[in-house]
């Protein structure tokens, strides 16, 4: 028997979207300076801090990207708040 998936919500605000791209974007281009880094054989400590960096950078797109879903589903109010609370807390438990 087949158990019915729940669709999970998909942000609409350009801007947050915008922004996240902008914020990954960005850690793409530090990813591809730390392979230059590597190539170049710079210091473990070097690389290390900007591998560091990439992924504050990462993190907080995805923090930006759970704020607006959240932003969203308050201001819908169309959701069940217990299940929007499960949402949330999966999706910040696969940040730690």
Do not use: P, W, Y
Request: charged letters at 25%.
């Amino acid at each position: 028997m087949a158990t019915a998936k729940k669709m999970a919500h998909v942000v609409q605000d350009e801007q947050a979207l915008a922004d996240v791209t902008k914020r990954l974007r960005r850690a793409e281009g530090q990813i591809g300076g730390i392979l230059r880094m590597l190539d170049e054989g710079r210091s473990c400590e070097d690389v290390v801090m900007q591998l560091a960096a990439v992924s504050k950078a990462i993190d907080k797109a995805a923090f930006s990207l759970i704020t607006a879903g959240l932003r969203e589903c308050i201001t819908e109010g169309k959701n069940n708040a217990d299940d929007v609370a499960q949402q949330l807390q999966r999706l910040f438990m696969t940040m730690v």
